[in-house]
């Protein structure tokens, strides 16, 4: 189960640098595809890009999440952290905020910090629910995304 007193626990703080090939890569996993020809040109060719009004090569709406994975030991730091059971572990919900864009190249630093922990049900039945909340800031210091991950350990 997980351990409740690590509500209100802030994880190490992480800075990591988006690189273009992982942009790619996430693009062509998320749409099924082999080969980078076969995704949006504006994920691997920043000309396609500017010519979509970005100002670089952007990553797709949910590779923010991947961030989670990269830092802090990934999802297995991260739930021994947390004390939660892996055998046990389902991913209920992932919410974004997006307040700017994120490109190649950018610097990311990433915070999380444990927002809410609560028991569904009891007996045999409960459920343990975690949520996590995650800070993504570029190199110019700014909020570019914001993220709440929901966890269930039943």
Not at 22 to 39: C, D, G, H, N, P
Not at 74 to 100: P, S
Not at 120 to 141: S, W
């Amino acid at each position: 189960m997980a351990d409740k007193s690590k509500m209100g626990m802030e994880f190490p703080v992480y800075t990591f640098a988006v690189e273009k090939d992982k942009i790619v890569e996430f693009a062509m996993a998320v749409s099924l595809k082999e080969t980078r020809e076969q995704i949006n040109p504006i994920y691997y060719d920043e000309e396609a890009a500017r010519r979509d009004d970005y100002d670089g090569i952007p990553v797709p709406p949910t590779f923010p999440t991947c961030s989670f994975f990269w830092t802090g030991g990934g999802l297995m730091g991260t739930i021994e952290a947390l004390g939660i059971n892996l055998g046990r572990l389902l991913h209920r919900e992932e919410e974004y905020e997006y307040f700017g864009m994120i490109y190649a190249g950018d610097v990311i630093t990433r915070t999380m910090k444990v927002i809410d922990m609560f028991t569904k049900g009891k007996g045999k039945r409960a459920i343990d629910v975690t949520v996590l909340e995650t800070q993504l800031i570029n190199q110019k210091g700014e909020l570019v995304i914001k993220y709440r991950t929901t966890l269930m350990e039943i």
